[in-house]
C-alpha cells in the first residue's frame, strides 16, 4: 500500500513520513538526487515549469511503488499530477494547517530553503497556499488538521 502526505509547504510532511515508516520516500531529495543540485539552484537556472515537469516524472514511477511518500508541496499544482494521485489506488492523507501557522514554520526553518518562500512576499504566500488548498481537498482520501499538534499526535490520528 502506499501512502501519499500531501500539503502546504511547512505542513510537516517529511517529518509525518519520517514518523510513519523509517523507509520513507521524500520526493524531493529523490529529484534532487536526479537533477544533480539543490532545487532552489534548479529553479533559478530552469524555472517552475522544467521542475514541474521533473517532478510529474518522478510522482509517476512513485505511484507505482510501496510505502509513505512525502511529497513536494506544490504536487497538486499540475492537471497530470492530480490525475496520477486521484487514480492510484494510495491513500492521500491533507496535513492540513492555517496559513499563519504554516508561515511561521516556514520562516522558522533555516535548513530547508524553500523558492516560492524567497521569491514572494507573504500576502502572494497566502494568495498560494489559498489556490492551492482546495485542490489538496479534492484527491485527500483522508484529511488530518496539523494546527497546534505535535507530529507525534498527527502520527497516531493517521494511524487510527
Do not use: C, H
Not at 67 to 77: H, L, M, N, R, S
Amino acid at each position: 500500500m502506499t501512502t501519499f502526505l500531501i500539503g502546504f509547504m511547512g505542513s510537516g510532511k517529511t517529518t509525518i513520513a519520517q514518523l510513519l515508516a523509517t523507509d520513507f520516500v521524500d520526493m524531493d531529495q529523490v529529484i534532487v538526487n536526479r537533477i544533480g543540485m539543490p532545487i532552489s539552484t534548479f529553479f533559478e537556472m530552469s524555472g517552475e515549469v522544467a521542475f514541474r515537469e521533473i517532478e510529474s516524472q518522478v510522482l509517476e514511477e512513485l505511484s507505482k511503488s510501496d510505502g509513505v511518500i512525502a511529497t513536494g508541496g506544490g504536487v497538486v499544482t499540475s492537471d497530470d499530477n492530480r490525475r496520477i494521485l486521484s487514480e492510484s489506488e494510495a491513500e492521500i492523507i491533507y496535513l492540513k494547517s492555517d496559513f499563519d501557522t504554516l508561515y511561521q514554520q516556514i520562516s522558522d526553518d533555516t535548513t530547508n530553503v524553500r523558492p516560492l518562500f524567497v521569491d514572494k512576499s507573504r500576502e502572494e504566500l497566502q494568495v498560494l497556499f489559498e489556490t492551492r488548498a482546495p485542490l489538496y481537498e479534492a484527491i485527500a482520501t483522508q484529511v488530518i488538521k496539523t494546527s497546534g499538534k505535535t507530529p507525534k499526535e498527527i502520527v497516531k490520528e493517521i494511524r487510527r
